[in-house]
Structure formats: C-alpha cells, structure tokens
Nanobody, 125 residues
Framework: QLQLVESGGGLVQPGGSLRLSCAASGFNLDGYAIGWFRQAPGKAREGVAVIHSRDGRRTFYFDSVKGRFTISKDNAKNTVYLQMNSLKPEDTAVYYC?????????????????WGQGTQVTVSS
C-alpha cells in the first residue's frame, strides 16, 4: 500500500525554524516528483515547494517561501524534507506532501496522485 506520512509540525515563534519530513512506504520515491503544499483555514491549498522526480538538485519554490524554505530528498531513507526558516505567522497552515509519477516536476495540486494526512504548523508568539 502506497503511503506518505508527514511529521515534524508544531508550534514555533516567529523567526523560528522547523523541519518537516515526508516518509514514503510501499513505493520508492525515486521517479516521483514530490511537492509540499499547505492549507490555512478558509483558504485554498497552495504550493510551497517541489523536488524533481529524478534529480534532487532541481527544485521549485513558490514566491511566498523563496529564500526561507528548502526542500531536499534522502533516497536511502525514502524521505523528503522541508526545512523552514524565518517562519512568519502567515506560514501557519496544515502542511501536506504529495507524490506523482506522471510529471518530472509538478506545481499544481491536481497533478498529484498521492497525499499524506498533513501536519499542523503554527507560527505564533
């Protein structure tokens, strides 16, 4: 059974950091584009960052997180990470990871086939 499990969320003060993990089971992440998305209450799901299906050096970041977040992949652990620095209150949301084998890199939620259950990130003083 193909499964994605996010972890690492929590409460952090503005300016702080968190690292989210997305662990895959039932399939090998190599060959899948992996995206991080987030959804705040009352808002649509939006993209955060994407990593290429084959080349972990190829990444894409949405404007709201450029320069602050970093996506990376550890093939040995079959896990993708999202390092989040300089967090702001507007980063508060449920964060989801998603996977697709249809695209080398994909930026829209509807392009993804598999989703995790999400992890809550709250940035507040």
């Amino acid at each position: 059974q193909l499964q994605l499990v996010e972890s690492g969320g929590g409460l952090v003060q503005p300016g702080g950091s968190l690292r989210l993990s997305c662990a895959a089971s039932g399939f090998n992440l190599d060959g899948y584009a992996i995206g991080w998305f987030r959804q705040a209450p009352g808002k649509a799901r939006e993209g955060v960052a994407v990593i290429h299906s084959r080349d972990g050096r190829r990444t894409f970041y949405f404007d709201s997180v450029k320069g602050r977040f970093t996506i990376s992949k550890d093939n040995a652990k079959n896990t993708v990470y999202l390092q989040m620095n300089s967090l702001k209150p507007e980063d508060t949301a449920v964060y989801y990871c998603a996977a697709t084998s249809d695209w080398e890199i994909a930026t829209m939620p509807h392009e993804y086939d598999y989703w995790g259950q999400g992890t809550q990130v709250t940035v507040s003083s």
